[in-house]
C-alpha cells in the first residue's frame, strides 16, 4: 500500500517488545509515546480505516452507501497533562504538533497533519465540552491518501481518547457529526458524513447501511470470514489526476439535474421512475450522470437485501456493475482501476469495483478466500503487462469500529 506523503520519522515503526492485546500497531503507539515523553501511556484507543462496499457518488446525493470498518487501524496512545495544551506525534509525520487553547481561537492556526488532531479539540469545544490537556502518539497501519480514510480514523481515535480521558458526555451516535465538522471546518476538507459514521459506529463482521439523508444506520451482517470469502483491498497507485476538478463538476452535475428534474435531490427519483426522469434531462451526459446515481441507490438497497438474506457470494455482481456504471455511466476511472478490476474478474473473483471518489485510489475484490493469491497474482501481472506501478494489496475482514483498546 502506498505509504504517507509525511514520510516515516527517522525513529520509523519501531516494536516495543512482545505484542500486547493491541497487536503491533499499539506497541508502536506504546513506544513512541514512551520515546516522546519518558512515561507509560495511560491508555490506548483505536480506530480503523474503512471501505465502501457499494454506494459510490449517492451521498450528496442524499442516497444510501454500505462502507464498512477494515482491520487495519490507526492507534493513539494518550494521557493527560496539566493546562489546555495538547501535544502530539506520530511514526508518520516528521513533525510532532503542540497547541494550546489560543492557537484554537479560530481554524487555520494549526496546520499540516496536527490540524486533524487540533480540528477535534476545537470541535469539542464548540460543542461546549472542557476538554482535558492531552499527550498523544500515533500509530497507524491505515495508508494515507489512499481513500481508505486514514483522515477519518485519526480524528475517531483523537476523540475516543479525549472523551475518555476527560469523562465527557458524547454518546458514539453524537461523535461522527463532530468528527466529521473536524474535518470540514478546522482542516477545511469537504467530506460527507460516510467516513466518520463508518470508522465510529461500524461493528465487527458487519457493515453500516447509511441513509445520508437521515442519517439512519443499520448493521448488516456481513461475516466474509464465516462464509469462507475474503476482500482485497488492491490500491491502484494510480495519480490522482484532476480528482477535485472532476469531483465537483459531477456534484454540480447532480445538483442541476435534480433542479430539471424538480426533486430535491436525485435520491428522490425512484428507480422505476429512472426511464421517464432521463427523457426529461437536457443532455446525454446528464442522462449517465443521472443514471449512475440512481442504480446505484438501487444497487446498494439490492445489496444490503441480499446480505440480510445470507448471499454473500450473490453480491458479487452487483459490485462489478457499480464498477461498469462508475466506468461508463460517471467517467470517474482510469486505466489502472479498470485493469486491475477486469484482471481480477478474469482470475475468478465474485465481483470487483474501484471505490471511493475516483480517478484512483483502492479496487475492492470479493474473492473466495482460497483464491486470493491468484486474483493478486492476475493483477500484478496485468499491471507489469501495461507497465504501470506495482499495485499494493491488503484482505481485509470488516472489523470493529472506535474503541478503547
Ligand atoms: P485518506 O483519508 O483517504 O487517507 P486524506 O487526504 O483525507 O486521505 O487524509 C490524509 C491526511 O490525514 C494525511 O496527509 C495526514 O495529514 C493525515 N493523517 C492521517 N492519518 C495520520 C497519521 N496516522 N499520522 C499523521 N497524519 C495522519
Ligand atoms: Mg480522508
Redesign the pocket.
Known amino acids: 500500500m502506498t505509504r504517507?506523503?509525511?514520510g516515516p520519522t527517522s525513529a520509523g515503526p519501531t516494536s516495543a517488545g512482545p505484542t500486547s492485546a493491541g497487536g503491533p500497531v499499539a506497541d508502536r503507539a506504546t513506544a513512541g509515546f514512551r520515546q516522546r515523553y519518558g512515561e507509560q501511556p495511560v491508555g490506548h484507543w483505536a480506530a480503523p480505516g474503512r471501505a465502501n462496499l457499494i454506494g459510490e457518488h449517492t451521498d450528496y446525493n442524499d442516497g444510501f452507501v454500505l462502507p464498512f470498518a477494515l482491520s487495519l487501524r490507526?492507534v493513539v496512545a494518550a494521557a493527560g497533562q496539566p493546562g489546555e495544551v495538547w501535544t502530539a506525534c506520530?511514526e508518520?509525520?516528521r513533525e510532532p504538533v503542540e497547541f494550546t487553547a489560543d492557537d484554537l481561537a479560530e481554524p487555520g492556526r494549526v496546520t499540516?497533519?496536527g490540524a486533524?488532531v487540533a480540528g477535534v479539540v476545537w470541535a469539542l469545544r464548540e460543542a461546549g465540552h472542557t476538554v482535558p490537556g492531552a499527550r498523544l502518539a500515533?500509530a497507524?497501519d491505515?495508508?494515507?491518501?489512499?481513500?481508505?480514510?486514514?483522515?477519518?480514523?485519526?480524528e475517531a481515535a483523537v476523540l475516543a481518547a479525549l472523551v475518555d480521558l476527560g469523562g465527557l458526555d458524547l454518546p458514539a451516535a453524537q461523535q461522527p457529526r463532530l468528527a466529521q465538522r473536524a474535518e470540514n471546518e478546522y482542516v477545511g476538507?469537504p467530506t460527507g458524513i460516510m467516513?466518520q459514521s463508518a470508522v465510529i459506529r461500524c461493528r465487527e463482521g458487519h457493515a453500516l447501511f447509511l441513509d445520508c439523508r437521515t442519517e439512519a444506520v443499520e448493521h448488516i451482517p456481513f461475516d466474509l470470514d464465516a462464509a469462507g470469502l475474503a476482500m482485497l483491498v488492491i490500491d491502484s497507485r494510480a495519480p490522482h489526476r484532476h480528482a477535485d476538478g472532476e469531483y465537483a463538476a459531477r456534484r454540480a452535475s447532480c445538483e442541476q439535474a435534480a433542479r430539471a428534474l424538480g426533486v430535491p435531490a436525485l435520491r428522490d427519483v425512484p428507480a422505476d421512475g429512472l426511464a421517464d426522469a432521463l427523457t426529461r434531462l437536457p443532455d446525454d451526459e446528464t442522462r449517465r450522470r443521472v443514471r449512475h446515481v440512481v442504480t446505484e441507490d438501487q444497487r446498494v438497497l439490492d445489496t444490503v437485501a441480499l446480505l440480510r438474506a445470507g448471499r454473500i457470494r450473490d453480491v458479487g455482481p452487483l459490485l462489478t456493475a457499480s464498477h461498469d456504471s462508475m466506468r461508463d455511466d460517471f467517467e470517474i476511472t482510469v486505466p489502472e482501476v479498470d485493469t486491475a478490476v477486469r484482471a481480477a474478474l478474469s482470475a475468478g473473483a465474485l465481483g470487483a469495483r474501484m471505490t471511493g471518489g475516483g480517478f484512483g485510489g483502492c479496487v475492492l475484490a470479493l474473492v473466495e478466500a482460497a483464491s486470493a493469491d491468484p486474483v493478486v497474482a492476475a493483477v500484478t501481472s496485468a499491471y507489469a503487462e501495461r507497465g504501470f506501478t506495482a499495485p499494493g494489496h491488503v484482505t481485509v475482514l470488516p472489523a470493529p469500529g472506535a474503541t478503547r483498546l
Open positions: 504517507p506523503d509525511a490507526t506520530s508518520l509525520a499540516g497533519w486533524y500515533i497507524s491505515v495508508p494515507l491518501g489512499s481513500g481508505l480514510s486514514s483522515s477519518a480514523a485519526l476538507a467516513d
